[in-house]
């Protein structure tokens, strides 16, 4: 093996080691409920646009937009249906969140917490 090579080698070695805690950190939620407060983080590098979060199927809530790397936070009191019933903790509790929006390139975004989430 020639010096240079090995010099390379323990280079991607070195570089592998020090990419290996970034690549498996366990990333963070993007929606968190804790305390009867919603909890939305926009963990890419796009807006969101038309931010529309759904508590149970019917409690709506939402925002025009969401920067990139921000959060929406709003408690759950905050909800509520077309009929203008808001949600009460006392009576209910969090099943489901459903978020959609669009990106600022037009893509749609949708995502999902609780009942109906993939595992």
Same mark, same amino acid.
């Given at each position: 093996?020639?010096?240079? !090579?090995?010099?390379?080698?323990?280079?991607?070695?070195?570089? /592998?080691?020090?990419? #290996?805690? $970034?690549?498996? =950190?366990?990333?963070?939620?993007?929606?968190?409920?804790?305390?009867?407060?919603?909890?939305?983080?926009?963990?890419?590098?796009?807006?969101?646009?038309?931010?529309?979060?759904?508590?149970? !199927?019917?409690?709506?809530?939402?925002?025009?937009?969401?920067? /990139?790397?921000?959060? #929406?936070? $709003?408690?759950? =009191?905050?909800?509520?249906?077309?009929?203008?019933?808001?949600?009460?903790?006392?009576?209910?509790?969090?099943?489901?969140?459903?978020?959609?929006?669009?990106?600022?390139?037009?893509?749609?975004?949708?995502?999902?917490?609780?009942?109906?989430?993939?595992?």
């Amino acid at each position: 093996m020639r010096p240079a !090579d090995s010099i390379v080698r323990r280079g991607l070695l070195v570089l /592998a080691l020090v990419g #290996l805690p $970034a690549g498996c =950190s366990t990333p963070r939620d993007v929606i968190i409920v804790d305390e009867g407060i919603v909890t939305v983080e926009n963990q890419t590098d796009q807006e969101w646009r038309s931010v529309r979060v759904t508590v149970n !199927d019917h409690f709506t809530g939402g925002a025009p937009s969401l920067p /990139a790397g921000s959060r #929406l936070t $709003a408690q759950l =009191s905050q909800f509520q249906t077309g009929l203008g019933q808001k949600f009460d903790r006392r009576r209910q509790s969090v099943v489901k969140i459903e978020v959609t929006a669009t990106s600022a390139d037009g893509k749609p975004v949708a995502l999902k917490w609780g009942a109906d989430q993939p595992k």
